[in-house]
């Protein structure tokens, strides 16, 4: 078997794919899922990150920068998404991690990355969650590549 991006994956003992076999078994779609899931988990965890960062500046620094927008706030092209306060839940004030998961899975917009990453399932092609989307056009990421 050859893993090439245009290769398409083939058993040495049939001609079916490994699509038409997982298609077969019910678990077609299974790895764009996962795919898209991962780019979502990967994109919620810088966010994280650059939150822990911000809680570790003092108490002048955070001043001088200013407040932090909404973690629900829209982000427009151009603003860097990870500058937005991380969501926090109301009772606690302890990290919302699922909620983030969601606004982040909005921001990226996931149903797009599902139909990308499902033609790459069905065509046979490799399905790497770091190339889904519009990659170099989101500043979150360009600093974790």
Do not use: N
């Amino acid at each position: 078997m050859r893993s090439t991006s245009t290769a398409t994956f083939c058993s040495p003992q049939s001609a079916r794919t490994l699509y038409e076999a997982a298609a077969q078994l019910g678990e077609a779609g299974r790895t764009a899922e996962r795919a898209v899931a991962a780019r979502v988990d990967q994109a919620r965890h810088h966010w994280w990150i650059r939150e822990v960062h911000w809680s570790r500046l003092s108490r002048a620094r955070k001043r001088k920068l200013g407040p932090r927008a909404d973690a629900r706030q829209t982000v427009v092209p151009g603003m860097d998404p990870c500058a937005r306060r991380y969501p926090r839940h109301s009772a606690t004030g302890r990290a919302d991690h699922r909620t983030a998961w969601e606004i982040e899975a909005h921001r990226i917009e996931v149903g797009r990355l599902a139909v990308e990453a499902a033609e790459l399932e069905r065509q046979g092609r490799l399905v790497d969650p770091a190339r889904l989307g519009p990659r170099r056009a989101d500043p979150s990421l360009a600093a974790a590549a």
